[in-house]
């Protein structure tokens, strides 16, 4: 038998996931559950200029074969972008015109980019071809994220900016 006590608890659990999907719908309110940002409820603040160097963003992957891959693979959960795809939380690096080059690790117009070695395989040991480096195109974004193993455009290249939903913004977050 139920008591009065397990049920509220039971119902409250039960309509956190939908109260969770209304509030992002309505509120732009996100959970991050990927280590390459802190954990936990992210807002999307309305970006009313183009996204530059520095803005910690929302933004939803291309659909392509690409992203297609990760989402198969893992790297990227089920979401509301195009696709059913999980838009990314990432910083602008580079915005178009900029040089990327991609070795051991990343630089943009010959400067290194910290934090931003390469890793050849995923942590399932699946290899991860790095993206080629090269000019980022007109209306295109290199994005990344300092977390050691973040699948960014060090391996996607840069995406499309129509893609970007805001800025990132943490409410409640735990971790780094």
Same mark, same amino acid.
């Given at each position: 038998?139920?008591?009065?006590?397990?049920?509220?608890?039971?119902?409250?659990?039960? /309509?956190?996931?939908? $109260? #969770? +999907?209304? $509030?992002?719908?309505?509120?732009?309110?996100?959970?991050?559950?990927?280590?390459?940002?802190?954990? =936990?409820?992210?807002?999307? $603040?309305?970006?009313?200029?183009?996204?530059?160097? =520095?803005?910690?963003? +929302?933004? @939803?992957?291309? %659909?392509?074969?690409? +992203?297609?891959?990760?989402?198969?693979?893992?790297?990227? %959960?089920?979401?509301? @972008?195009?696709?059913?795809?999980?838009?990314?939380?990432?910083? *602008?690096?580079?915005?178009?015109?900029? @040089? #990327?080059?991609?070795?051991?690790?990343?630089?943009?117009?010959?400067?290194?980019?910290?934090? /931003?070695?390469?890793?050849? *395989?995923?942590? /399932?040991?699946? !290899?991860?071809?790095?993206?080629?480096? =090269? $000019?980022?195109? !007109?209306?295109?974004?290199?994005?990344?994220?300092?977390?050691?193993?973040?699948?960014? !455009?060090?391996?996607?290249?840069?995406?499309?900016?129509?893609? *970007?939903?805001?800025?990132?913004?943490?409410?409640?977050? +735990?971790?780094?």
């Amino acid at each position: 038998m139920i008591t009065r006590g397990r049920f509220a608890v039971l119902t409250l659990l039960l /309509s956190l996931p939908i $109260a #969770v +999907f209304i $509030a992002g719908g309505w509120g732009g309110f996100r959970i991050n559950f990927s280590p390459s940002y802190p954990l =936990g409820l992210w807002r999307i $603040a309305t970006l009313d200029r183009a996204a530059r160097i =520095g803005d910690r963003i +929302f933004i @939803c992957p291309p %659909r392509n074969a690409t +992203f297609e891959l990760a989402r198969r693979r893992g790297y990227l %959960r089920q979401g509301l @972008c195009p696709g059913w795809l999980s838009p990314l939380i990432k910083t *602008v690096v580079a915005t178009s015109g900029h @040089c #990327v080059g991609i070795a051991a690790s990343v630089t943009i117009d010959g400067r290194d980019l910290p934090h /931003s070695e390469l890793q050849a *395989v995923d942590g /399932s040991g699946r !290899s991860l071809p790095p993206y080629p480096g =090269g $000019a980022v195109p !007109s209306g295109f974004l290199f994005l990344h994220s300092p977390f050691k193993g973040s699948y960014d !455009s060090r391996y996607f290249g840069p995406i499309p900016a129509k893609g *970007v939903l805001g800025l990132a913004t943490p409410i409640l977050t +735990f971790g780094a």
